[in-house]
Nanobody
Framework: QVQLVESGGGLVQTGGSLRLTCTASGDTDCISAMGWYRQAPGKDRELVTT???????NYAASVKGRFTISEDNDKNMLYLQMASLKPEDTAVYYC????????????????WGQGTQVTVSS
């Protein structure tokens, strides 16, 4: 099992910055990739950015150049540095861990955190 806890959300003005943190615990050796997703009110959850254990990253077009994903594998922590925030970035941000290596043992392929609210005021 893997547990994920997000922190760092809050209220920020347009153009401001925030850093989100996701702390992973449990069977972290099973994690093959991690990512950030977000869900705005009335909308589907969408991918923001992902990073593999090998360090390959992927960004949604809407955040490319403004958001940066990074990780500290020694501390089992994932970060999302957000800059030049816009009102349309307002959403609940979720951390996700892919556990493909252990999906048979866990009975599932991924785990999600509980989410952290980010609100960008205009």
């Amino acid at each position: 099992q893997v547990q994920l806890v997000e922190s760092g959300g809050g209220l920020v003005q347009t153009g401001g910055s925030l850093r989100l943190t996701c702390t992973a615990s449990g069977d972290t050796d099973c994690i093959s990739a991690m990512g950030w997703y977000r869900q705005a009110p009335g909308k589907d959850r969408e991918l923001v950015t992902t990073v593999t254990r090998g360090g390959s990253t992927n960004y949604a077009a809407s955040v490319k150049g403004r958001f940066t994903i990074s990780e500290d594998n020694d501390k089992n922590m994932l970060y999302l540095q957000m800059a030049s925030l816009k009102p349309e970035d307002t959403a609940v941000y979720y951390c996700k861990a892919d556990v493909a290596y252990c999906r048979l043992r866990f009975g599932q392929s991924d785990y999600w955190g509980q989410g952290t609210q980010v609100t960008v005021s205009s």
